[in-house]
């Protein structure tokens, strides 16, 4: 309890310092012309940024920290010094709602309405989520080891949308604003394409979009051509996505990087081009059906994660120490209810 608390401590000084960066952003750096010179005000607040989770010990909160402040925040900003992504408005958003969307995980709704995606709906809300993690931790540890691989697939989808759940919920209850959903249904996918590009991790997918494949498409499409420089764009994100992966689990582990999670998405790069390719030769006329198409779109998402994405946080039991930190907080938030309660009764 004693190290969760000194952790707790780190998280606020961690909150504070981000703060600040976002408020020397929004003030000094947007005052500068987009391009090198605001990227280049910017740089001691990136190279903070891949500091800060090194101030905690837990691997809950390195987990957290990394994910949020290394990646998406930086990468935020990134866009913000040319003047694109999700911090740039017309007029300038309030700075309550720029350090809002610079730091939490959540990204507006569009107003415009998405392509509706034709499969059977099974929507699992954000208690629901919040219930079924706290079961799993609950069980995990009486779970037969055939069952370990699922346990961690279900388990991290539900870290993350709780995670991002969490931040939208506040961000909505502020502002008015409707965000968007940090996945969708990403257990009912029939193609790698689908699940990579619209069901996983939505936020990560947008971010990546247009700070690896927008760049790099308009670099190559004069010498490549519009279709394989869109290619190059695909693979660019694959290929930044596994070595922001691979920083994460150092931050995580402490441990030099094995590279398989960098394999692993590399893997899955090419083997969307190549969905890709075979699916404009085959054309509709041979499409299988959804069942065969699901059981092997999740069968190979779930085997190729098991031996390539989940061994480096196995080996050192990493995920183990996940889990107690998990239910740590847990027990800490249990018993802060306990304790309002007692005190309002």
């Known amino acids: 309890m004693a190290a969760l608390v000194a952790d707790l401590f780190a998280l606020l000084k961690i909150f504070l310092s981000v703060l600040a960066s976002l408020l020397y952003s929004y003030f000094i750096s947007s ?8 990227l280049l005000s910017l ?4 190279s903070l940024f891949t500091l800060l989770p090194l101030l905690v010990s837990s691997i809950l909160f390195a987990a957290i920290v990394s994910s949020i402040v290394t990646w998406l925040t930086s990468f935020k900003l990134l866009l913000f010094s040319f003047h694109s992504g999700p911090l740039v408005s017309d007029p300038p958003l309030p700075f309550l709602l720029f350090v809002s969307l610079a730091f939490f995980p959540i990204r507006i709704k569009k107003k415009e309405s998405q392509k509706p995606i034709d499969s059977p709906k099974l929507p699992i809300n954000f208690p629901a989520k919040v219930f079924l993690f706290t079961v799993l931790m609950a069980v995990e540890d009486s779970l037969p080891p055939y ?5 961690n697939c279900v388990a991290l989808y539900f870290f993350i949308d709780i995670v991002v759940g969490f931040f939208n919920t506040i961000a909505r209850w502020v502002f008015g ?4 959903e940090p996945s969708n249904e990403p257990y009912l996918s029939t193609s790698l394409q689908d699940f990579w590009g619209r069901r996983w991790n939505i936020l990560v997918s947008n971010l990546l979009r247009l700070t690896v494949f927008i ?3 308009s670099a190559m499409i004069d010498v490549a051509g519009r279709r394989r420089s869109a290619a190059v764009g695909v693979f660019a994100v694959f290929v930044v996505s596994g070595l922001m992966h691979e920083l994460l689990f150092y931050y995580v582990n402490r441990e030099s990087p094995s590279w398989e999670v960098t394999g692993f998405f590399v893997l899955q790069g090419v083997c969307v081009l190549l969905e890709f390719q075979l699916k404009m030769a085959v054309g509709e006329k041979f499409r299988m059906h959804y069942a065969v198409c699901w059981v092997l779109t999740m069968g190979f998402v779930v085997v190729t994660a098991s031996w390539l994405f989940f061994p480096p946080v ?3 039991g990493t995920v183990a120490r996940l889990t107690g930190d998990c239910r740590a907080v847990l027990e800490l938030v249990n018993d802060l209810v306990k304790f309002v309660l007692k005190s309002s009764s």
């Open 314 to 316: 196995l080996r050192n």
């Open 147 to 151: 069952m370990k691989l699922c346990f």
């Open 31 to 38: 005052k500068l012309p987009k391009g090198l010179p605001r």
């Open 177 to 180: 604003i409707e965000f968007e």
């Open 43 to 46: 740089l001691p607040i990136l």
């Open 215 to 217: 760049p790099v498409r």
